[in-house]
């Protein structure tokens, strides 16, 4: 953390000697976006199409917890015209970044101030803090659809009216894909899914009434869970004869092949969407294409 408070002091002296805040908005008189990880990129693309230009800071595939923004991302940031961040556990660098000089005039928007957070204990933190991936759940979606085209269209109130449209047509998508879900959850007796992994559902899980375990909370660092964690999880997916272990998108597996070579259970994974591969990102694949891929492992897991 030491290193970015110099890193921010040094790129504020050569803004201040230079003065080169200069408005992104003059190149070809879009928008400019900044959104810091795949969820707010994919709702910030889907509401302003082709009217603005929209950077994806943390790079596909990229580690979003413990991410430190380079000088170009500052650079960024305290140039464009509205920046989308989920003000959470792994991006606490734009408050900072926000208070400094260099940020102050910056429009911003944070996921979690668009719906109601959840308490978990934080293990890096250790204290009690919200849950960051308020996404998860595709009705969180829709209040972050609507508040990202309610700030887009203060900033540029010419194209109002398309954000309105683009804005309706996705919330539209995302109700469908609520329906699928539900679809599976309230059709199944059975309502607990398994994670040999981080688990960055909370929201998901309340909002389908679901139950969880997990070798880890959250979805933090650790890397190692304890024999008895990975002993007792072993005993609960035998005697419910749990069919799935769940992993997260681009993440080890090693946990859950554990567990699954130990109970005759199938590895699959659960896309949360905080990372997007490099494949799904150059392929233009969005939020909801990339939720809806959990349908089907749902329905093997709930069964
Ligand atoms: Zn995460």
Request: hydrophobic share 40%.
């Amino acid at each position: 953390m030491k290193k970015l408070i110099c890193l921010i002091m040094a790129l504020l002296m050569i803004f201040m000697i230079t003065g080169c805040r200069e408005s992104e908005t003059t190149k070809d008189g879009k928008l400019s976006v900044v959104a810091v990880s795949f969820p707010e990129y994919d709702f910030a693309r889907a509401v302003a199409g082709d009217l603005a230009n929209i950077k994806m800071l943390i790079p596909p595939a990229g580690e979003v917890h413990g991410y430190e923004p380079t000088v170009s991302d500052i650079k960024a940031v305290s140039n464009c015209d509205l920046l989308i961040y989920t003000g959470g556990e792994s991006d606490t660098w734009v408050e900072k970044l926000l208070e400094s000089s260099n940020g102050k005039n910056v429009k911003t928007l944070a996921m979690a101030d668009c719906v109601e957070t959840v308490e978990i204990h934080s293990h890096s933190l250790d204290k009690y803090t919200f849950d960051e991936h308020v996404w998860t759940s595709p009705k969180n979606a829709i209040s972050i659809v609507n508040a990202i085209k309610n700030a887009l269209s203060e900033i540029d109130t010419k194209n109002k009216e398309a954000f309105e449209e683009n804005s309706k047509t996705y919330c539209e998508k995302l109700t469908e894909l609520d329906e699928n879900i539900r679809t599976i959850t309230e059709n199944t007796d059975k309502n607990t899914l398994v994670f040999g992994d981080r688990f960055p559902l909370t929201y998901f899980a309340e909002s389908y009434n679901l139950n969880y375990l997990a070798a880890f909370s959250g979805c933090s660092e650790d890397t190692e869970a304890s024999a008895s964690t990975i002993a007792s999880l072993i005993d609960f997916v035998k005697e419910n004869k749990i069919p799935v272990i769940f992993i997260n998108e681009l993440s080890n597996t090693a946990i859950a092949d554990q567990i699954a070579k130990e109970t005759g259970a199938e590895v699959k994974t659960f896309y949360s969407c905080h990372k997007v591969s490099k494949d799904d990102f150059e392929k233009g694949k969005t939020y909801i294409d990339i939720m809806s891929r959990n349908i089907e492992n749902l329905n093997i897991a709930l069964k």
